[in-house]
């Protein structure tokens, strides 16, 4: 786990994480059911024949999580294979990347080297060092400008890549890709990816430090029954999703009193659900993630 300035990571009796977030992307730490070839809510692929994964559990992949329960894993299947295919997701941005602004790119990367696929009778090893590029999209999956790639990554361990970027262009959606060398087979795994907007103005807004809770056990026995954010400033804005992008669920003056219900009252099924959240007089978008556990 890592300390942010937006996330505040603490541990309760309980075992349950707390953290506030700000970012650009509603799933940015790849939370999902886990999946072998389907990308995690929030995120999709331009490839129709391979399909990026959620870990881990998959292929001999077990490295914990960086940042909540999964993550992202993206294979480039190389020379070696009949067709050679890199993978790729990209999501919709809460908010545009704006043309000559500089953004600040936090992404936690491992190359786990364990990722193994019987191909006929051949078994190929995705154990080549990655590499991992970041595209801004423009309208679709075909026009896309490079925005980064990053250093060999040979860590097996997860290693915070950070870096700025000065897009040359608007863009609405990004683009994660595994397709450094397709000669070589290779497999990266990426969890907790953070955009910041760097500015060059000194008078930076007073932070505030949420605490959020992430999981909601929604049972009246006084623990974890209602989404509590500590110190949340009066009129702040509340909006819950689920995976299909339907509201379930907002208000204008959120008083920490949502019990993981839907409009009529009844408690929803077990899961992730995602959250916006508007904070009076602040300039950044605070999203994440919270599951509802029945029991
Ligand atoms: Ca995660």
Redesign the pocket.
Known sequence: MKNRIFSLIILTQFGIQVYAQSNFLLN????DELHFGISPVEWTTCEKKSTPDVQPGHVGVTLA????????GLVMRGSKHPKPKSESVQAELLKMLEKDKTYKFEIDLAAPGAYEERCGRKIIEYKDIPKLKILGVRNDCSQTDLLYETQLVENKDWLTYSFEVTPQSDYNYIKLENSFDDKKASYIIC??FHITELTSNEKKTQEIDLFITNVLTPNNDGKNDFFVIENLPKYSELAIFNKNHHLIYENNNYKNNWGGTDKNGKILTSGTYFYKLNIPNSDKNYSGFVVIKKK
């Open positions: 940015f730490s790849f939370e999580a960086s940042h909540g329960d999964t993550y992202l969890d907790n």
